[in-house]
């Protein structure tokens, strides 16, 4: 590591960091879901040409997909960022009460307007660097939408987006500063219909076949199968479409939607197999049609040391966020309105001993293993096509749960600024180490084909799917 580059790229963070505070809390002030986020990817856009990249809108066919690019020639380092929101989390900034803005709107309850404009403030740091270093590379930030629910990245990749991209890296806001472990699950979302046949359920049953009937067979039979499968493997349900409010008229239609995971995506899809035979045997017994859609899928996220230890070197380097007296009394504020539980989860879940520290003062270890929450993300299938890792940075009070209204109400605060800024740094001088030291890249490039050699990388998405559409 050069230090004088590393404090070359803090120094340019920090020069360009108010117009990125600025693009957040204007992010968090329109929040969108879905690949609705119309007025956030044109936020990002705007940025990106105020800052003097080449914008391509419409990435892979997604209106909300963005990609802005800077330098030549040289490799390729995309950082990635979001900026989706989630439904029904609406809250007023800076109050330690729930009370929405909007009553049922959306909120910023995953940070991602922090996530977006700090991945946009590193690569703008990495473009300011190249020019003034005049160094043969090119910076590209990706603007990726709806990774709540949609898996965009998914679809992104499958379209190529990323095929000529050296190294890709990333951050989410979080409890603690550190890296985020590369530990989730794959995951197939995918929907069931049953069709039978309508009836008068007094006056001829005989002649009805229940579509209800097979949606509540197949899910005893699921339940039955659980006891079947490997241990981090998770399978949940919703019945979307129970077939009518008239208990007297025999349900000629009705639809269950299945998230199915497990730790790597080859079990993941035997899995699904296994849950669609379950579901052919309900279509069996009760005389009904059964069809199934993937809605949608992503991969497990790979491990890559090498940029690992690159991003933990960077944050060790840079020491923890320096938070302020301030920033710690509404933290304590924040931290009252949550369960000692929630507070216990979020030491536990980082491997940090607990204590009453409201904010994170340190970097967690790199040897750390704490004990990840195992959700999914379309970070996945990134990590599959591109060496690629991600840094957690502090931007919350400890415990603040997920997809939570205290997260929206901390999403505009100085110490969530603080820790997007701090963030920033990281990445940017994890992007120029990665310029000026080749070897890196190589190494980095050789760990992603030894752990794909044996399970080359297959899109979990069918063909014909297209991104956004049956959610
Ligand atoms: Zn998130």
Redesign the pocket.
């Known amino acids: 590591m050069n230090a004088a580059n590393s404090h070359a790229a803090w120094d340019l963070v920090d020069a360009r960091k108010e117009d990125f505070i600025a693009l957040s809390d204007a992010v968090w002030d329109t929040p969108e879901t879905l690949y609705l986020e119309h007025r956030s990817a044109a936020a990002h856009k705007a940025a990106l040409e105020a800052h003097g990249f080449r914008v391509t809108e419409a990435v892979a066919g997604i209106e909300t997909a963005l990609m802005g690019e800077a330098g030549e020639g040289g490799p390729v380092i995309a950082i990635l960022g979001?900026y989706d929101a989630l439904p029904g989390l609406s809250q007023v900034a800076g109050l330690d009460r729930p009370e929405p803005i909007e009553p049922g709107g959306n909120g910023h309850g995953?940070?991602?307007n922090l996530?977006g404009a700090g991945a946009l403030l590193a690569a703008t740091a990495v473009k300011d660097w190249l020019e003034r270093t005049g160094t043969k590379a090119r910076i590209r930030y990706y603007g990726c939408p709806a990774?709540?629910g949609g898996a965009a990245k998914t679809f992104m990749v499958r379209d190529g987006v990323f095929d000529d991209v050296d190294i890709a890296l990333s951050w989410?806001?979080m409890h603690f500063t550190g890296i985020i472990p590369p530990l989730t699950l794959a995951v197939t979302m995918i929907d069931f219909e049953f069709t039978g046949r309508a009836s008068h359920a007094a006056v001829a049953p005989h002649l009805g076949r229940s579509a209800l009937d097979a949606v509540e067979l197949m899910n005893v039979g699921v339940n039955y199968l659980r006891e079947h499968v490997p241990s981090d493997s998770r399978i949940h349900y919703a019945i979307l479409d129970s077939g009518g409010r008239a208990p007297n008229v025999v349900q000629a239609k009705a639809v269950v939607r299945y998230s199915v995971r497990a730790l790597k995506r080859v079990d993941m899809e035997k899995l699904v197999e296994r849950v669609k035979k379950v579901a052919e045997g309900a279509a069996l017994m009760t005389e009904t049609k059964m069809r199934s859609s993937v809605v949608t899928a992503m991969s497990d996220v790979l491990d890559n040391p090498t940029l690992y230890a690159l991003l933990h070197r960077n944050l060790e380097h840079l020491g923890p966020t320096d938070f302020d007296e301030e920033d710690r009394a509404f933290a304590r504020r924040m931290q009252a309105t949550m369960s000692a539980e929630d507070i216990e989860v979020a030491f536990l879940s980082a491997g940090v001993a607990q204590s009453d520290k409201p904010l994170c003062d340190l970097i967690v270890p790199l040897a750390t293993r704490g004990v990840p929450m195992l959700g999914s993300?379309d970070l996945g299938d990134v990590s599959w096509v591109v060496p690629f890792a991600q840094i957690a940075g502090a931007t919350q009070a400890i415990g603040t749960p997920?997809h939570s209204w205290q997260l929206t109400a901390q999403g505009k605060s100085p110490m969530a600024h603080k820790g997007m800024i701090h963030t920033a740094k990281a990445l940017a001088a994890s992007a120029i180490e990665l310029i000026e030291t080749p070897d890196l890249i190589s190494a980095a490039r050789a760990d992603l084909e030894a752990r794909t050699a044996r399970a080359p990388y297959a899109s979990p998405l069918p063909k014909e799917l297209r991104a956004g559409t049956g959610i």
């Open positions: 979001e995953c940070g991602h996530l990774e709540e989410h806001p993300t997920g």
